[in-house]
Nanobody, 126 residues
Framework: VQLQACGGGLVQPGGSLMLSCAASGRTFENYNMGWFRQAPGKEREFVAAMHWAGRNKYYSDSAKGRFTISRDNAKVTVYLQMNSLKPEDTAVYYC????????????????????WGQGTQVTVSS
C-alpha cells in the first residue's frame, strides 16, 4: 500500500481545509490510520488517529474540537477536516498507516507507523 496526501494550502486564521490521503493497494482496510504534522525545526507531532474499522477516533489536545478524522474504505481514502485554523497549525501534514495487528490503533509515536504519505503543506496566515 502507498499513500498520497493532498489538500494543503494557504488559509487565513479561522479558516478551514480538508486534507485527503488516498491509498493504493487492496489492503487499506487492514491499516489503522493517523495524521501527523511537522513544523520547521520541530519534531513530527501526532494529530489524529482512526481505527481500521472506523469504530474509534483519537485526537491530540491541539486538534480536539477543531479537527475531524474520517475514512472511506470503499474509496481507500482517509481525511482530515480542519476548522478554526490557527497560525500554530502551520506545518507539513503527513498521513500514516499502521497494520491493525502491529499494536495499538491510536499510537502517538510516529515510529510505530509502517506507511507514510509524502506530506502536504498547510500554511495559516493572514
Amino acid at each position: 500500500v502507498q499513500l498520497q496526501a493532498c489538500g494543503g494550502g494557504l488559509v487565513q486564521p479561522g479558516g478551514s481545509l480538508m486534507l485527503s490521503c488516498a491509498a493504493s493497494g487492496r489492503t487499506f482496510e487492514n491499516y489503522n490510520m493517523g495524521w501527523f504534522r511537522q513544523a520547521p525545526g520541530k519534531e513530527r507531532e501526532f494529530v489524529a488517529a482512526m481505527h481500521w474499522a472506523g469504530r474509534n477516533k483519537y485526537y491530540s489536545d491541539s486538534a480536539k474540537g477543531r479537527f475531524t478524522i474520517s475514512r472511506d474504505n470503499a474509496k481507500v481514502t482517509v481525511y482530515l477536516q480542519m476548522n478554526s485554523l490557527k497560525p500554530e497549525d502551520t506545518a507539513v501534514y503527513y498521513c500514516a498507516g499502521r497494520l491493525y495487528y502491529s499494536g495499538s490503533w491510536n499510537s502517538k509515536n510516529p515510529n510505530d507507523y509502517d506507511l507514510w504519505g509524502q506530506g502536504t503543506q498547510v500554511t495559516v496566515s493572514s
